[in-house]
């Protein structure tokens, strides 16, 4: 079974360029997470999705920062104008409805010049 | 405001030795913990939880620790062994709320 994938797996990308993260849960698995990694506060959860609407967008960080879901094989993450303090590696997860778990994609890591 | 908070941001152990990793948190409504395990360029594994209601849960060499009172859980590892080289995250969740909150991560080296 294919577990969840990201792309791309790392962006280089420069100050006050647009950046789109993207992810395929796995399937079956109704609910999204997108997480942040950085050293200070690992896994910081950004915003979830369940059944493709989002429920809890309270850890985006600000308004640069939005999340779609389209449908329920697909998301994307976008970043619009990035900064450099937005480096960091960002993951996307997926679990069934209800359950705790999560999936974790490889993530995609960011570096903004 | 930062409710799971792994205070040790690295950890080094000899093969063969026992491993322990923290994990403390501050929302008492908090009822199910989880640790994942994370190598190099990939995505966090689910390692082995605990529900509230329990104090201990064993799965062969990881045992995890919950102690309510003074809302502290940690990760034992015995024995440890070179491939147990990771970052190790703890994580919390209250139920039906979806959400669930990781630490800072400890990295764990393990040397041969």
């Known amino acids: 079974d294919a577990g969840v994938i990201q792309s791309p797996r790392h962006e280089v990308t420069e100050m006050g360029q647009e950046v789109t993260l993207r992810c395929k849960p796995i399937?079956?698995?109704?609910?999204l997470f997108w997480y942040r990694q950085t050293m200070m506060r690992g896994l910081e959860l950004l915003i979830y999705f369940n059944n493709n609407v989002p429920i809890d967008d309270s850890g985006m960080p600000e308004d640069r920062f939005s999340a779609k879901m389209p449908n329920a094989s697909f998301s994307t993450l976008k970043i619009q104008p990035s900064e450099p303090r937005d480096s960091a590696v960002y993951f996307c997860?997926?679990?069934?409805?209800?359950?705790?778990?999560?999936?974790f994609g490889p993530g995609t890591r960011l570096t903004v010049t | 405001d930062q409710q799971v908070k792994q205070n040790s941001p690295s950890l080094s152990v000899q093969e063969g030795r026992i491993s322990i990793l923290n994990c403390d948190y501050t929302n008492s409504m908090f009822d199910y913990f989880l640790w994942y395990k994370k190598y190099p360029a990939e995505g966090p594994t689910f390692l082995i939880s605990?529900?509230?209601?329990?104090d201990k849960n064993e799965d062969g060499r990881f045992t995890v620790f919950l102690n309510k009172s003074a809302k502290h859980l940690s990760l034992h590892i015995v024995p440890s062994q070179p491939g147990d080289s990771a970052v190790y995250f703890c994580a919390a969740s209250i139920s039906n709320t979806g959400k669930l909150i990781f630490g800072q991560g400890t990295t764990l080296q393990v040397k041969p």
């Open positions: 997860a997926s679990s069934p409805s209800g359950s705790t778990g999560r999936y």
């Open positions: 605990i529900s509230s209601i329990k």
């Open positions: 399937s079956g698995h109704n609910s």
